[in-house]
């Protein structure tokens, strides 16, 4: 599993192309040679860029969903809805498709956050505005998700 780290900010051009910046390419050169898959998020108005290893470790956990339960079926067609496999060019840019970039509201300004095995691509005002709405609450969501998790090694 990679571990990606670090928020990055850069521009698309009129074709939707992003450069990505040199410090995230360098994270991932162990992965560029397989492609990535490209789709809308659940939770934002943003897109996830999937190393190719990581979304056929998530497929995996989605292909093993009973797909004649209305539910998971509902599920996976909404999950993979807009799905491209993409590449990083030999510049350094990926081609973001017409419709995700309307999805997402892209277009100039934007940010690649890394979410540990994933990058997502926002708009940058979208970005900006959810991180600002999330911070006065981020301390109450911290001890809610984290604060009941055993400590191995007694670090927090």
């Excluded at 990505?20 to 990535?36: D, E, R, Y």
């Amino acid at each position: 599993m990679i571990n990606l780290i670090g928020t990055y900010e850069c521009k698309a051009d009129a074709k939707g192309r992003l450069m990505i910046s040199s410090a995230l390419k360098k994270q991932l050169a162990p992965v560029l040679q397989n492609g990535f898959v490209i789709k809308r998020s659940v939770f934002q108005p943003c897109l996830e860029l999937y190393p190719m290893d990581e979304w056929k470790i998530m497929m995996e956990k989605v292909g093993k969903l009973n797909r004649f339960v209305k539910k998971n079926n509902d599920f996976i067609r909404r999950f993979t809805a807009g799905v491209k496999m993409v590449d990083i060019d030999a510049a350094g840019r990926v081609l973001i498709p017409k419709d995700l970039c309307v999805f997402a509201g892209i277009e100039k300004q934007v940010v690649l956050s890394s979410a540990v095995n994933i990058i997502e691509i926002w708009d940058k005002e979208k970005y900006e505005s959810v991180i600002d709405d999330a911070a006065s609450d981020f301390a109450d969501l911290a001890e809610e998700v984290m604060g009941n998790m055993e400590i191995e090694d007694g670090i927090s």
